[in-house]
């Protein structure tokens, strides 16, 4: 994720890194060199045979429009609720944790080994999200029984909350802590498995395709469609027109392609790695405490 002033109009507004800049230019070019043709054609090679392109009724151009700005709306907003959901479920976890590493260390006897395993379960859910599995700094969170069967397990982060709750169940065995505390501790493990799994709900289901092609296939006639219906009057100012048009219309509609998945590692996801950090350092500095 990328931190910014936010009341820096000027440095935002120039910035190119982390902007849908990279992503759109080459089809604004495209665009704007479909429309410098367009203008050609109009003003030399059909002038040639006496003939210009005829004035289209600009109406059923702003239906189409109208129905394609409710389209992109409808992708801006689903992405952006994807990803402020994303956000939730990883602050639930950062949360959770804090509370079963409180609990740890007032009611039981094993805080550091709760802070050890809470550790590796973020950092787990986080390989799993970006699917990446680069599990090698868990070999040292995890003894090496408990590192073998997380790596060969269909849904690893899943294993090292079982190693949580074997934890809980340590504190029953002692019975040094009342039952209703050791409950509770157990919600909190549901808790972290609630927040993955609503994590990969949002991995797993994409925006439907019907949806995301639709959108691109009306972006696609609507803008190579501009050209011809701006031509006959604007001349030579219509590629201008149709450039800035066109950068509205694929940036609005790249930013909700790159948001649609927020666990990825672009620079506008979130921050995965800065969250497991604060996890660690809070549940380290609880069982220290």
């Known amino acids: 994720m990328i931190e910014y002033d936010r009341y820096s109009w000027w440095r935002v507004i120039f910035s190119f890194e982390g902007s849908v800049l990279p992503h759109v230019l080459g089809r604004v070019g495209l665009l704007t060199t479909f429309s410098i043709l367009v203008c050609g054609a109009n003003d030399y090679v059909l002038k040639i045979f006496d ?7 600009p109406i059923g151009h702003t239906i189409l429009g109208t129905s394609l700005g409710l389209l992109i709306v409808f992708r801006t907003n689903s992405s952006n609720a994807r990803y ?11 949360n959770t944790c804090r509370s079963l590493a409180r609990m740890a260390k007032i009611y039981g006897s094993s805080a550091s080994e709760f802070s050890t395993m ?16 680069n599990f090698n700094m868990l ?9 073998e069967k997380m790596i060969a ?4 982060p899943s294993m090292i909350a079982t190693y949580l709750s074997a934890l809980v169940k340590k504190e029953i065995d002692k019975g040094e802590i009342p039952i209703q505390i050791v409950e509770r501790m157990e919600e909190q493990v549901v808790k972290l498995l609630d927040a993955q799994g609503g994590c990969e709900k949002i991995l797993k289901t994409p925006l439907p395709f ?5 959108i691109k296939q009306v972006l696609f006639v609507y803008l190579y469609s501009l050209p011809f219906a701006l031509a006959t009057d604007m001349d030579w100012a219509t590629p201008l027109v149709v450039a800035v048009v066109g950068f509205g219309m ?4 790249e930013a909700g392609v ?21 996890i660690s350092k809070d549940v380290a500095d609880i069982a220290k405490s």
């Open 51 to 57: 003939e210009r392109l005829p004035k289209l009724n």
């Open 153 to 156: 397990a269909n849904n690893p």
């Open 210 to 214: 019907v949806y995301a092609s639709l």
């Open 250 to 253: 694929f940036g609005i509609e």
């Open 139 to 147: 070999s040292s969170l995890l003894n090496g029984r408990q590192y």
């Open 258 to 278: 790159e948001i649609e998945n927020p666990f990825g590692m672009q620079l506008n996801d979130l921050p995965l790695e800065k969250i497991c950090e604060t």
């Open 84 to 94: 402020w959901e994303g956000r939730s479920h990883w602050g639930m976890m950062v």
């Open 118 to 133: 809470l550790t590796a379960y973020v950092v787990c859910v986080k390989e799993n999200l970006r699917g990446t599995k």
